[in-house]
């Protein structure tokens, strides 16, 4: 099983920061193309938060709700992405889970992985 272990969810005051982990450490990846987060809140679609696509040229996309707010990076020796959410506000609450696409050892084709997600609730 592909495990991504999350952590560094938790309850913040509006305007305080978070930072969220994503490690790959010990799992079976070969190679990553794209690391990410994404969000859900309850009865709401999960969306795109902010990615960095490794194979094209390492560029970096946010959603517009977070632009200037959020910052993501990754530590490509240990194979962890992190979430810096500053300024956080009550509309961030919501699940937040780490996104991978690459080569497993387990497939002969790239696969689109998640992690089990870690809970952000901003209070007013």
């Known amino acids: 099983q592909v495990q991504l272990v999350e952590s560094g969810g938790g309850l913040v005051q509006a305007g305080g920061s978070l930072r969220l982990s994503c490690a790959l450490s010990?799992?079976?990846?070969?190679?990553?193309?794209?690391m990410g987060w994404y969000r859900q809140a309850p009865g709401k679609q999960r969306d795109v938060v902010a990615q960095i696509n490794i194979n094209s040229g390492g560029s970096v996309d946010y959603d517009d709700s977070v632009k200037g707010r959020f910052i993501i990076s990754r530590d490509s020796a240990t194979n962890t992405v992190y979430l810096q959410m500053n300024s956080l506000k009550p509309e961030d609450t919501a699940m937040y889970y780490c996104r991978v696409v690459g080569m497993v050892k387990t497939h002969i084709a790239p696969g689109v992985y998640w992690g089990q997600g870690t809970q952000v609730t901003v209070s007013s």
């Open positions: 010990g799992s079976s990846f070969i190679s990553t193309s794209v």
